[in-house]
């Protein structure tokens, strides 16, 4: 399996997910999209595109102008119904490629927050009715044309949708362990404002293994599905 893998900042990682792309012995390359002369690998030989989240706004292309192409791409994958996952900033480069809205969210959520399964249909894939998972966004995506809503948690109606088989965008981050969680407090933390959804480090940091554990085996459930007749 060949895995493309989109990294927008130094301290987003795979996380959880290289567990998964090691058991299935996958090729991985990550394009990063902040270094200078990106290049995409050839969508032939492509069997699966993760989009990592990020610190910036897919909006801000006037800072970030590489989001342009990473939209095209992202577009190109599509259209070669290639499995696709996007998280966070991942899943609203997904939903603004395909001309949906990013805007602000009622309130910043960070920290573990609860989601929960909005959807009874049999073709899109199934979360468990309630899951605590861990979020760190300000702002959220509306749904592409024509993509199903999956989850939900109390201030943001959007956590997640799927659009056809093969692609699914999550504003959640199911990928994090303690290090990354760590990781985005030292060099980001300037983003926890106040809120009643904001949680202080210690609170974030309780017993991460245990939430991350609990939250594996959907996201292993979530990738497998994605691939299940790539």
Same mark, same amino acid.
């Given at each position: 399996?060949?895995?493309?893998?989109?990294?927008?900042?130094?301290?987003?990682?795979?996380?959880?997910?290289?567990?998964?792309?090691?058991?299935?012995?996958?090729?991985?390359?990550?394009?990063?999209?902040?270094?200078?002369?990106?290049?995409?690998?050839?969508?032939?030989?492509?069997?699966?595109?993760?989009?990592?989240?990020?610190?910036?706004?897919?909006?801000?292309?006037?800072?970030?102008?590489?989001? @342009?192409?990473?939209?095209?791409?992202?577009?190109?994958?599509?259209?070669?119904?290639?499995?696709?996952?996007?998280?966070?900033?991942?899943?609203?480069?997904?939903?603004?490629?395909?001309?949906?809205?990013?805007?602000?969210?009622?309130?910043?959520?960070?920290?573990?927050?609860? @989601?929960?399964?909005?959807?009874?249909?049999?073709?899109?894939?199934?979360?468990?009715?309630?899951?605590?998972?861990?979020?760190?966004?300000?702002?959220?995506?509306?749904?592409?044309?024509?993509?199903?809503?999956?989850?939900?948690?109390?201030?943001?109606?959007?956590?997640?949708?799927?659009?056809?088989?093969?692609?699914?965008?999550?504003?959640?981050?199911?990928?994090?362990?303690?290090?990354?969680?760590?990781?985005? $407090?030292?060099?980001?933390?300037?983003?926890?404002?106040?809120?009643?959804?904001?949680?202080?480090?210690? $609170?974030?940091?309780?017993?991460?293994?245990?939430?991350?554990?609990?939250?594996?085996?959907?996201?292993?459930?979530?990738?497998?599905?994605? @691939?299940?007749?790539?």
């Amino acid at each position: 399996m060949n895995v493309v893998v989109l990294k927008h900042a130094p301290f987003e990682r795979l996380g959880q997910i290289e567990v998964w792309l090691q058991a299935k012995s996958a090729s991985v390359e990550t394009v990063v999209l902040y270094e200078p002369n990106v290049r995409y690998p050839d969508l032939a030989s492509t069997d699966l595109v993760i989009a990592l989240g990020g610190p910036m706004s897919v909006n801000d292309e006037v800072n970030y102008p590489w989001l @342009v192409a990473e939209k095209q791409y992202i577009r190109d994958v599509i259209e070669a119904d290639i499995p696709l996952l996007g998280i966070c900033l991942g899943g609203q480069l997904i939903a603004t490629a395909l001309g949906a809205k990013v805007t602000d969210n009622p309130e910043v959520e960070i920290g573990w927050h609860t @989601v929960s399964n909005v959807s009874d249909d049999a073709t899109v894939f199934r979360f468990p009715d309630a899951l605590e998972i861990f979020n760190w966004h300000g702002e959220t995506f509306a749904l592409p044309e024509g993509a199903k809503r999956l989850i939900e948690s109390k201030v943001c109606p959007n956590q997640g949708f799927q659009l056809g088989e093969r692609i699914i965008g999550l504003q959640c981050h199911p990928e994090v362990t303690p290090t990354i969680i760590q990781e985005w $407090v030292d060099e980001i933390g300037e983003q926890m404002t106040e809120g009643d959804y904001v949680q202080q480090p210690g $609170v974030m940091l309780a017993e991460p293994e245990v939430k991350m554990l609990t939250v594996r085996p959907v996201l292993f459930d979530l990738l497998d599905y994605l @691939v299940r007749d790539a």
